[in-house]
């Protein structure tokens, strides 16, 4: 297939088959950070530019390192330190930007939806980084490759996700692409941190995380977003460790073969034991990994390098 | 020409013909943020470094791309957040970064003045990126690179500029630009912004903004600057607002051809409506695309690369 | 001789050879900072990343340099700032930081021994860029860089290094690398800056600054950090600088071709007088200089480049 959307706004408008088509692309980039010389002119004289209005040092440097080996021109712009940036609407940044003719600008905003509105403004491609509690659609793809390279498929996995539902963008993301597989999504948490209506979705609710993780291939843990405020929703840290933290006895419970996934930063003995972060199920480091490959399939895709 | 300057301290050590050459080269580098491969080798193996003494996204980005598209390594140096450089004197900086042996420094810092100390200490060239009130060059050559364009003449135009004269190093080194060609240049906002003897550059007051604009070919709005106290000189924004903000009815005023211009950001619903900005007779963002342009030409210059 | 080490993280698991050899590879690279065109290809295709956990500007600035002329991409991660790496254990830092296969990781960071906690837990090579008060070992390798280039020789040399010798990485690092060689190393400074058995190491101690200069052939002096509550140890920074601070009638002391060396950034009038920073006998700006060469040196020598 061709590629033809100009942005990457989410996993909510993409098709199936753009989905996999992401992750094929993504593929045939993995091999490039394992050469000697970890690079490709492909992107060479392309500008990207990361626009970051919430910290985050490894999704940027994700995408730096993506778009470095590809060979384009990388700025930052760190517009939590930036008071002009700060004072002016994001409208006028981001013409001002275009202005400048960069061909990609990925965008991270703590407001839902910054990025569409971005992209409709303005002609260079636009990548949503995460926008609030909205999406974060280049974390759920490169979950998607993850999955898929270790199972080899995506159909017919039973897929627990587990913590902070309603808060979590990376949740969201990866329900709307998994729906578009036939897969058995569960979802568990505290019920103040389950949105309404998860059902909706296609989605199970488990409150009982015993019963969630039974029979899991993949159990994807979310962090607890202290700096979010996501602790004012459950009684103490001690207590959600305790209900759904993720030990040893869960992962007895789930396939033998079970896959444990989390976007990271991981907060260490709160939603998951050392011994299940640094065990053999756990794929957290390859998903880090494979979200270079996904970054430099995107961000190839986008500029029309392809074509 | 060949140009033999070892800096671009300010508009005002520079010649007509040294303003037209910057112009004139800066030409030949706009086409290439408009093509597919954003890039020319010129000044591969050259290290430019930023160094900023104040906050600044849009100027620091547009230096940063400029050398880049040329293929120049970039260092970005932060001075506002670098605690061990603001322990240090502006010439032990300037000294050490010297012998890393940078071809160009390029440096915003908010005493007057500072960029020339800076260029009578090294070998390196030096770019002054805004010095306090004092000058900022490569703003008003991407001003008159922008009319000349629009324009297709400096001579015999009629160019208004308009607000916190006295604290512009924007107002400051268009004024000393413009000087150079045949214009009639004229003044206008509250008269606490006003510096004395402003007839003795050549400029006319003109207190009323109605009849400022009356006829103008150029209409070149300042920022209020917030952040430097600029506020303490008028009794409020609303009444700044009323009496010098540009709207609609002025445009009506001025020449049918009439160009708006601001160095940005805006300060939206102060010096300038959303009707004007976004408008028609709105230059705002080609001075930004121009930007790039002129700045590629000035560190090509600069950097010797044209002999 | 073949470089085999993956990682620099102090002088004192160098041996003599492996030291020299440092120095001669810093060699063959310090032409190319002097060349029109200060660029090579060496290290294309590779990556490396600075994750600076404390402020510095002159270090990171070097090595960037250092890295961008050998061709290098350079990822800046300023962990000071950055909230996620701080929530983070340093460990998963580390291995989430491997997992998008840098080359090299250039760590500084307070805690003494960080650099060579990474370097267990990762495979690309670490540079330990400062850790607390223990190495330095860059900053050593070209201090007795410019030390073999001004005198042709380390052997048969008197070296005085004077200050706060207990809290300074610099001194120790120097320390254990000057320890292989014939010189005769005398500290002084006052005696709450003093380690206790500073003797074991085989240096001399001498109190009387004017009795340790005397017949020095290099006095190196150390910063006061203030920034590390180094003003602690003594009763006031006028009487330090009365006791300890270079000034003329020391170098009158010292052999007629002295040198004398500061890590920077030199506090002006504390540690060493302006007459003495700018004389002729200062070779402040030279060590700044050969930061760069012996930077590019040992990034070439990690990267197994040589092979």
Known sequence: MNWVKKDLLGIKGLTKEEILFILETAESFKEISLREIKKVPTLRGKTIITLFYEPSTRTRTSFEIAAKRLSADTINISASTSSYVKGETLKDTAKNL???????????????????MLAGMIDSSVVNGGDGS???????????????????????????IIGDIIHSRVARSNIFALRHFNVDIVCSGPPTMMPP????????????????????????MLRIQKERGGTSYIPSIREYSTLYGLKASHIERAKKDVIIMHPGPINRGVEITDEVADGPYSVILDQVENGVAVRMGILYLLTGSAS
């Open 134 to 160: 909205h999406e974060h659609p280049t974390q759920a793809l490169l979950d998607l490759y993850t999955i898929k390279e270790k199972k080899g498929r995506l159909d017919g996995l039973k897929i627990v």
């Open 98 to 116: 275009e202005s400048m003719r960069p061909d990609v600008i990925i965008i991270r905003h703590s407001m839902p939806g910054a990025p569409h």
């Open 197 to 220: 209506n998860l059902e909706e979705l296609g989605v199970r609710v488990e409150y009982d995380m015993n019963k969630a993780v039974e029979d899991a291939d993949v159990i994807m």
